[in-house]
């Protein structure tokens, strides 16, 4: 498997998986910067595949980065299982490279981040699980790790 830190992708979609709605967002490696993109709705851990295509084709991503969701002693949730699951796929509709990121304690992150936009201006601010993803891309490019699905 290439290092990935060897590896050139200007361009990143990141997911923050969950069962009734998915955080998006989008980031290139230029400015080392993401930002949320609007939340993909599930329905019981499965998206809108023709939307979520849609999506993909709009942005046209070089790769893209799925949270996983681990337990704060390294052990696998059935959550992990179904986020992988959506990476497998999305991999296979996107035929672009999918990674797996450690996602503990992003989405805490993102929420007080959350909070801190909404306190500095009235309008609404981005969904936490959006953010969560914009977490994911900027870390990963400052340092990219991940796994296959």
Known sequence: MPDLADLDYRSIMAFDFGTQKTGVAFGMSLTGTASPLALLMMKDGIPDWNMLDKTLAEWQPDACLVGLPLNMD????????????????????????????????????????????????????????????????????????????
Request: charged share 35%; proline share 5%.
């Open 74 to 149: 390294d052990t696998e949730s059935e959550l992990c299982l179904r986020a992988r699951k959506f990476a497998r796929r999305l991999k296979h509709r996107l035929n672009k490279p999918v990674w797996m990121v450690d996602e503990r304690l992003t989405t805490r992150e993102a929420r007080e981040g959350v909070r801190h936009i909404s306190a500095q201006r009235r309008g609404k601010a981005p969904a936490a699980d959006s953010m969560a993803a914009v977490l994911f891309i900027e870390s990963w490019f400052r340092e990219p790790t991940g796994v296959l699905p």
